[in-house]
């Protein structure tokens, strides 16, 4: 069940009692910067209180919040939610954001809550909308800010969750590295993700899908989880059984299966 509220003052008065941890959540984040959220629209769903964008879109991202909030439960194991901001301008997305950026992206998440860039997200699709959500989600679920998880695992575990139940094809999602030609020697960095993003975000997502595809999502999960000490190595080795460069090989070998591209 879904309920929009037209008056911030509500969310900020006690519209519910204390013991309310999401709603205590959204009261915090709105006093960070109260000046952005006068007057703002919130809608709350069963896993996350949007603030917000007009009515139509806030009881929109708050729906799709609860769908995306089951795929991130069926893969990770627990449960998330979150409150997912909505400022009126790509300037305060990047002022809510810093120090992180948000340019280039249509929603960044944090520890506790998700940020939607105005701008890139008016122009997703739907089915792109609810990737997005899914794949931020993910984030908050696993507290990636917070760990010694490889970008690859992170974002790639991440767009796993996202695409899992989008019906989006494999050669619609990976239209980048298609169109490239090559697959890379090495799983995505950080200055892959900084110097070729849309190609490093698809080879992240792909060695997620091989392992689960090869091991099962459980095994995926464990992964990462082992991967949070902060030593890749031995969590591919504990988990799937392969260190970085066995690894690595076959999820090229999976990608020229595929067909997205060759290996020379």
């Known amino acids: 069940m879904l309920r929009v509220l037209v008056c911030l003052l509500c969310l900020l008065t006690g519209a519910a009692s204390p013991q309310d941890t999401l709603l205590e959540r959204a009261r915090a984040v709105i006093r960070e910067h109260p000046e952005m959220w006068s007057g703002a629209v919130v809608a709350r769903g069963e896993r996350s209180v949007v603030v917000g964008g007009t009515r139509a879109l806030a009881a929109e991202l708050a729906a799709r919040a609860d769908q995306a909030a089951v795929a991130v439960r069926e893969v990770w194991g627990r449960p998330v939610t979150a409150v997912i901001?909505?400022?009126?301008?790509?300037?305060?997305?990047?002022?809510?954001?810093a120090?992180?950026?948000v340019d280039g992206f249509a929603a960044l998440a944090g520890l506790d809550r998700v940020i939607v860039e105005p701008g890139g997200f008016a122009r997703l699709s739907p089915r792109?909308?609810?990737v997005v959500l899914a794949h931020e989600?993910?984030?908050?679920a696993t507290g990636a800010a917070a760990g010694g998880?490889?970008?690859w695992l992170s974002e790639g575990f991440a767009d796993y969750v996202g695409y899992r139940d989008s019906g989006i094809p494999v050669r619609d999602a990976a239209a980048e590295l298609i169109a490239g030609g090559r697959i890379s020697d090495h799983l995505p960095g950080a200055a892959d993700f900084r110097d070729r993003a849309p190609q490093?975000?698809?080879?992240a997502w792909l060695a997620c899908r091989?392992?689960?595809?090869?091991f099962g999502e459980a095994r995926l999960a464990a992964l990462y989880r082992a991967a949070l000490d902060g030593d890749?190595?031995?969590?591919?080795?504990?988990?799937?059984?392969?260190?970085?460069?066995?690894?690595?090989?076959?999820?090229?070998?999976?990608?020229?299966?595929?067909?997205?591209?060759?290996?020379?």
Request: glycine content about 10%.
């Open 85 to 97: 901001l909505i400022p009126a301008t790509d300037g305060q997305a990047a002022t809510l954001a």
């Open 99 to 101: 120090p992180a950026r």
């Open 128 to 130: 792109g909308r609810q």
């Open 137 to 140: 989600l993910t984030h908050v």
């Open 149 to 151: 998880v490889p970008m």
């Open 200 to 203: 490093a975000y698809e080879e």
């Open 210 to 214: 091989y392992v689960a595809e090869r």
């Open 232 to 264: 890749p190595t031995a969590a591919l080795v504990g988990t799937v059984g392969m260190g970085v460069a066995e690894f690595t090989a076959a999820w090229r070998a999976y990608l020229a299966d595929l067909g997205v591209g060759n290996r020379a």
